[in-house]
């Protein structure tokens, strides 16, 4: 882990949002299936959009 990921680690924000149930049978599944947290499906969801939306 770089320098960069480490101080985005440790400035983490709690917060909270409504999901349809769908879209948290989603989350979870897609969690399970990478074997990462909930929470890393979306900050990975939120920068691949980012990313496609070509921003930075």
Same mark, same amino acid.
């Given at each position: 882990?770089?320098?960069? /990921?480490?101080? /985005?680690?440790? /400035?983490?924000? /709690?917060?909270? !949002? %409504?999901?349809?149930?769908?879209?948290? %049978? !989603?989350?979870?599944?897609?969690?399970?299936? !990478?074997?990462?947290?909930?929470?890393?499906?979306?900050?990975?969801?939120?920068?691949?959009?980012?990313?496609?939306?070509?921003?930075?």
């Amino acid at each position: 882990m770089n320098t960069s /990921q480490k101080k /985005q680690t440790s /400035q983490k924000k /709690q917060t909270s !949002l %409504r999901l349809t149930p769908e879209a948290k %049978r !989603l989350v979870e599944a897609l969690a399970a299936h !990478l074997g990462v947290a909930q929470s890393a499906i979306w900050e990975m969801a939120i920068r691949q959009m980012a990313h496609k939306e070509k921003i930075k």
